[in-house]
T-cell receptor
Framework: DTEVTQTPKHLVMGMTNKKSLKCEQH?????MYWYKQKAKKPPELMFV???????INESVPSRFSPECPNSSLLNLHLHALQPEDSALYLC????????????FGSGTRLTVV | GQNIDQPTEMTATEGAIVQINCTYQ??????LFWYQQHAGEAPTFLSY????GLEEKGRFSSFLSRSKGYSYLLLKELQMKDSASYLC???????????FGKGTRLSVIA
């Protein structure tokens, strides 16, 4: 299995809703990432988990809450989002060291109404 | 801060060759990656350079000069499906997260 699987692919939520994005990989990668990407912009790093521990939080608002239940799963819990949070949310994973890039999931297209 | 520069947009003709440049000024360097991203889709890995020189992979090649802080992605025999954004990304050290450039939107025309 050489894929990163993200669900759902599309999500529309209201500003008072609570929802979660899910990411799964079975490549034995020990680093997992959440990126946010707006249209025609590069991916912006949000969070990094290394060996299931949060290692980087790029000053992301608390309405985004990451969780890493085990080495294969990464969640992003969403609560009280704003319309400007609408974007493509990308999950990626990589091996813990060496000359490795990321494997990206196909992303969740989030629309906040 | 970290600075990675790429042209914003490029247009090239089907069957031709195009070179997308990337220059970087970063606090560290432990490899440079190129990704392709079609609109609304996830980035896919194209190439990796950590030593100076050219890496060839089919129609795609990538070059690195660490002393100049410069890389390019060369696409040969362009096809319409090559129309996409091309992202240059630098790893600063070890297992630090990749820092992405703003991407180059390539349009291939008939």
């Amino acid at each position: 299995d050489t894929e990163v699987t993200q669900t759902p692919k599309h999500l529309v939520m209201g500003m008072t809703n609570k929802k979660s994005l899910k990411c799964e990989q079975h490549m034995g990668h020990r680093a997992m990432y959440w990126y946010k990407q707006k249209a025609k912009k590069p991916p912006e790093l949000m969070f990094v988990y290394s060996y299931e521990k949060l290692s980087i939080n790029e000053s992301v608002p608390s309405r985004f809450s990451p969780e890493c239940p085990n080495s294969s799963l990464l969640n992003l819990h969403l609560h009280a989002l704003q319309p400007e949070d609408s974007a493509l949310y990308l999950c990626a994973s990589s091996q813990d060291s060496g000359n490795y890039g990321y494997t990206f999931g196909s992303g969740t297209r989030l629309t906040v109404v | 801060g970290q600075n990675i520069d790429q042209p914003t947009e490029m247009t090239a003709t089907e069957g031709a060759i195009v070179q997308i440049n990337c220059t970087y000024q970063t606090s560290g360097f432990n490899g440079l990656f190129w990704y392709q991203q079609h609109a609304g889709e996830a980035p896919t890995f194209l190439s990796y350079n950590v030593l100076d020189g050219l890496e060839e992979k089919g129609r795609f090649s990538s070059f690195l000069s660490r002393s100049k802080g410069y890389s390019y992605l060369l696409l040969k025999e362009l096809q319409m499906k090559d129309s996409a954004s091309y992202l240059c990304a630098v790893r600063l050290s070890g297992n630090t997260p990749l820092v992405f450039g703003k991407g180059t939107r390539l349009s291939v025309i008939a």
